[in-house]
Nanobody, 114 residues
Framework: VQLVESGGDLVQVGGSLRLSCAAS????????MAWYRQAPGKQRELVAG???????NYTDPVKGRFTISRDNAKNTAYLQMTSLKPEDTAVYSC?????????WGQGTQVTVSS
């Protein structure tokens, strides 16, 4: 399985971005997907997750601003980010979990400028 993230960019405070995570293979629809982020000098944190049935969860700081979704026909997961804040600046990585295996993408940089 390979995961390729895209969509990271430099954006101003209050702006929006949509991150994409394209997965290879044929088991995407059976997997749980999640987005993590890691800011410089900080631990990596879970941002949002979506299971194979479409149930979602979010870390408190992004609730109401970020939306995770998936398109099984395209083998792609998304993270729609709105009302971005400087503290959202980080490398965002997607993960795919299926059975007992976890796969990671290479990450995409999101920078929110004030």
């Amino acid at each position: 399985v390979q995961l390729v993230e895209s969509g990271g960019d430099l954006v101003q405070v209050g702006g929006s971005l949509r991150l994409s995570c394209a997965a290879s293979g044929s088991r995407f629809s059976f997997s749980a997907m999640a987005w993590y982020r890691q800011a410089p000098g900080k631990q990596r944190e879970l941002v949002a997750g979506i299971n194979s049935g479409g149930s979602t969860n979010y870390t408190d700081p992004v609730k109401g601003r970020f939306t995770i979704s998936r398109d099984n026909a395209k083998n792609t997961a998304y993270l729609q980010m709105t009302s971005l804040k400087p503290e959202d600046t980080a490398v965002y990585s997607c993960t795919m979990r299926i059975l007992s295996a976890n796969y990671w993408g290479q990450g995409t940089q999101v920078t929110v400028s004030s």
